[in-house]
């Protein structure tokens, strides 16, 4: 059985996703968040790792996208490192975008 989250990583989590609602796709104009690209944001102590896709393996904004990912959550004053994650399964499709 996995433990519940503790109240201070379910609040930091929530901070992290609100910041990457800042990152934007170039190309299609909207947020990584809402797109559906965040698979995974997992928080050891004050390091970060963010496992996430693109909407294809040929994406050309893929540079400026992942620099965004960084420089977001390097802006939070808790934040020690960041690591991005980039993979390609489970591949994205339109439906994994918010409504």
């Excluded at 690209?37 to 992942?66: K, S, W």
């Amino acid at each position: 059985m996995t433990a519940a989250p503790r109240p201070e990583t379910t609040s930091r989590r929530a901070e992290l996703m609100q910041q990457l609602r800042r990152v934007i796709d170039p190309e299609l104009g909207r947020d990584i968040v809402e797109l559906g690209l965040i698979y995974e944001l997992e928080i050891e102590g004050d390091d970060v790792t963010v496992v996430m896709t693109l909407t294809t393996p040929g994406c050309p904004m893929q540079a400026p996208i992942m620099d965004g990912v960084h420089r977001v959550l390097s802006a939070v004053p808790w934040v020690g490192s960041t690591t991005v994650q980039l993979v390609w399964e489970p591949r994205w499709t339109p439906e994994r975008m918010s409504r």
